[in-house]
Nanobody, 126 residues
Framework: VQLQASGGGLVQAGGSLRLSCSASGRTASFGARGWFRQAPEKEREFVAAINWRGASATYYADSVKGRFTISRDNAANTVYLQMNSLIPEDTAVYYC???????????????????WGQGTLVTVSS
C-alpha cells in the first residue's frame, strides 16, 4: 500500500485549502482512512477520520469541528480534507493514514494505522 498526500501550501488566516490522499495497492479492504498533523516541536495529533466501507462515518478532533470536512471517493481510492476558516494554529505537516482493520472511534489513534503518506505542509499566515 502506498499513500500520496497533496494540496498543502501557504494560505492567509480565514482561507481554505483542500488536501488529497490517493492510495494504491490493497485498498479495497481498508477499514478507515485518516488525517493527522504535526506542528514543529509538537506530537502528531489526530485531525479527522472516515470509514472506508459501507455508509460514511466521520470523526473529528474538537479543534477542527465545524471547519474541516473529511470525505472519500472510493472509486478513485482518494480521501479529501477540506479545510475552511484556517487559523495560524492549523500550521503543520499533514499526514494521511490508512489501515485495514481500524474502525470506529479507535481510528482516532495514530497507532491504529499501519500505512502513512509522506506529509504535506500547510502554513497559515496571520
Amino acid at each position: 500500500v502506498q499513500l500520496q498526500a497533496s494540496g498543502g501550501g501557504l494560505v492567509q488566516a480565514g482561507g481554505s485549502l483542500r488536501l488529497s490522499c490517493s492510495a494504491s495497492g490493497r485498498t479495497a479492504s481498508f477499514g478507515a482512512r485518516g488525517w493527522f498533523r504535526q506542528a514543529p516541536e509538537k506530537e502528531r495529533e489526530f485531525v479527522a477520520a472516515i470509514n472506508w466501507r459501507g455508509a460514511s462515518a466521520t470523526y473529528y478532533a474538537d479543534s477542527v469541528k465545524g471547519r474541516f470536512t473529511i470525505s472519500r471517493d472510493n472509486a478513485a481510492n482518494t480521501v479529501y480534507l477540506q479545510m475552511n476558516s484556517l487559523i495560524p494554529e492549523d500550521t503543520a505537516v499533514y499526514y494521511c493514514a490508512a489501515d485495514h482493520s481500524c474502525s470506529g472511534y479507535g481510528c482516532q489513534r495514530a497507532r491504529s494505522y499501519n500505512y502513512w503518506g509522506q506529509g504535506t505542509l500547510v502554513t497559515v499566515s496571520s
